[in-house]
């Protein structure tokens, strides 16, 4: 159960799936949409902006600001999607952090396909911390986590090979 927070004034759960004293469905296409949109604490809310902040400018080096966009709003719609058919309804999934994970899957992919083994190393390294920290601190959603990683992994693949396909 979320409380009041003391930032905004508003209980959070009426926004995120209690409207006007009926609960909406975990599968509903408003809670999956408004989820990502939503944060319970400032500090929550500056620690996806940094990571968006950060993972935006690196993926820079690589790609346009529209391919990171792209992978940002391919994101947060697949992780709709397995809120919408994996999500457990007595947990409360909120944060953009699953969207975020997007970018730094793809940005797991140009360390890799670098071709130097310091990049490939750390790509491996940050990857399984992502994965081992998503496991192991509580009221983390490692569903959004996950297929929002997978995502960015899955993206950057094609359009890299695509693009790798297309110089030869």
């Given amino acids: ?21 009926q609960e909406i469905s975990v599968s509903s296409l408003w809670k999956s949409i408004t989820t990502q949109r939503l944060h319970d604490s400032v ?3 500056l620690v996806n902006v ?4 950060y993972l935006s400018h690196e993926l ?26 994996f999500a457990k309804e007595e947990i409360l999934y909120i944060g953009s952090s699953g969207a975020i994970a ?10 890799y396909l670098s071709g130097d083994k310091r990049n490939k190393a750390a ?13 192991v601190i509580p009221h983390i959603s490692t569903l959004m986590h996950l297929a ?15 693009d790798w396909i297309r110089r030869r």
């Fill in 1 to 21: 159960v979320v409380s009041q927070t003391d930032w905004f004034d508003y209980d959070l759960q009426s926004i995120a799936g209690f409207i006007g004293g």
């Fill in 148 to 162: 929002g990683f997978i995502v960015g992994l899955v993206f950057e693949s094609l359009c890299s090979s695509r």
């Fill in 50 to 53: 940094i990571a968006l902040l």
């Fill in 123 to 135: 790509a491996i390294e940050v990857s399984l911390l992502f994965l081992v920290l998503t496991i």
């Fill in 60 to 85: 820079q080096k690589y790609n346009s600001s529209k391919k990171n966009f792209l992978i940002y709003l391919s994101g947060m719609i697949i992780v709709s999607l397995a809120l919408l058919v």
């Fill in 102 to 111: 997007a970018l730094l899957g793809a940005q797991m992919i140009h360390l």
């Fill in 43 to 45: 500090y929550h809310l």
